[in-house]
């Protein structure tokens, strides 16, 4: 059992990790704040994992429970020195990080760049440097796929040596953190700077491609504010009723059916590759580890809409419109890596996916707006 801070904890991804890290024994101080996600997410997750949410000011009162959520933002350096201290004060030091905590929409990196690099880089310069002050030196970090900007096709199946050419705000920050983690990593393999620091750094990069589905209770999900930016969401509101019609971008794509093809990956498998990484790093000496997170299986987008029609028995309308700047053909993980490092590869299928996703849906059509019940 490790005491954990998991940074942005309450949205998609991090709540299904916490709940799948507090089956396995861990401890989690959580950190987010709610500007994409809802307390209400790690209410349910609580709930699921038989335990119950502890909230707390940065300066914790008492000691953390199995589950406390403080709401903070990591650029806010007091909030961070406050965190670490004050656990380490009630016995219970912060032993790993698993960096969530960003902005992470694409279209949105583009119009606001300042902010993206703000968030994503400066956020996680401060959390660095708090976690160095109190010798916590071991973090999976939530990096992205899009840090391959257009693979050609020569390069699909998409290995963690294909070229970085990130193409937008959100990935060149997402590259920026990478870097950063990357001369962490070189300076704690001299041992003379471990030495000196206390300790060498232990990292988990992980690259992952299109996370999505639920947690098959269908108590926790995701629940994209505004409209969702990304085509499984948007797939599900439409389903529901909340959408109209899903805009299918291109038709004349050189696939099978000429839409898109993306590597979907199970937001269940994807947080137990999480697990995975940290138990990985807790056991081994300092290291990088830089992984894709992905099935290495592709489905277009049409595959997907008839995945979904089945998964909920309703008609998912749709109209072609021109492609989108920006846009690949086809985007497929190589997640072999993985499988030989961690001994983890996906176990969930597209119908299970789209099985989960609509049970989430349907038992939540305005997702967590529709509060506990």
């Known amino acids: 059992m490790a005491q954990l801070l998991i940074t942005g904890g ?22 987010d704040d709610f500007s994409n996600s809802s307390a209400v997410a790690l209410e349910r997750v609580a709930e699921l994992a038989g335990t119950r949410l502890q909230r707390a000011q940065p300066t914790l009162e008492a000691a953390p429970d199995a589950l406390t959520l403080v709401e903070g933002d990591i650029r806010d350096a007091q909030c961070l020195e406050a965190l670490f201290a004050s ?20 279209g949105e990196s ?4 300042l902010r993206y690099w703000d968030v994503n880089l400066v956020g996680s310069q401060r959390l660095l440097r708090a976690m160095d002050q109190h010798n916590c030196r071991t973090m999976v970090f939530s990096s992205s796929a899009t840090l391959y900007g257009y693979p050609s096709p020569e390069q699909v199946p998409i290995p963690e040596t294909a070229p970085i050419k990130p193409i937008n705000p959100y990935g060149a920050s997402k590259h920026a953190v990478e870097a950063l983690l990357a001369d962490l990593a070189r300076c704690s393999g001299a041992a003379e700077a471990i030495q000196a620091s206390g300790g060498g750094w232990r990292i988990a990069r992980l690259r992952y491609f299109n996370p999505v589905g639920a947690h098959p209770s269908g108590r926790i999900g995701e629940d994209p504010n505004g409209i969702p930016n990304n085509l499984f969401p948007f797939i599900t509101q439409v389903a529901i009723g909340r959408r109209p019609e899903l805009t299918v971008f291109g038709d004349d794509w050189p696939t099978p059916d000429g839409t898109g093809v993306r590597d979907y990956i199970h937001v269940m498998d994807l947080a137990e590759g ?9 056991r081994a000496d300092p ?14 987008v049409l595959d997907v809409v008839k995945a979904m029609e089945a998964a909920s028995q309703r008609a998912i309308p749709y109209r072609i419109a021109p492609r989108r700047p920006g846009d690949a053909a086809i985007s497929v993980a190589n997640p072999s890596l993985a499988a030989q490092q961690l001994q983890w590869q996906t176990q969930r299928s597209l119908t299970d996916i789209c099985r989960d996703g609509w049970a989430w849906q349907q038992a939540n059509p305005n997702g967590y707006g529709d509060g506990c019940r």
Not at 88 to 100: D, E, N, R, T
Not at 274 to 282: N, Q, T, V, Y
Not at 287 to 300: D, F, I, R, V
């Open 10 to 31: 309450a949205g998609f991804i991090g709540s299904h990790t916490c709940l799948v890290l507090l089956e396995a024994g861990h401890q989690l101080l959580v950190l």
């Open 87 to 106: 656990a380490k004060a009630f016995g219970l030091p912060i032993q790993a990080v698993i960096h969530f905590a960003g902005l992470k929409a694409v």
């Open 110 to 113: 583009v119009q606001q760049p």
């Open 274 to 282: 999480h697990r995975e990484a940290l138990h990985s790093l807790l």
């Open 287 to 300: 290291q990088m580890l830089t992984l894709n997170l992905g099935s290495g299986q592709g489905a277009s």
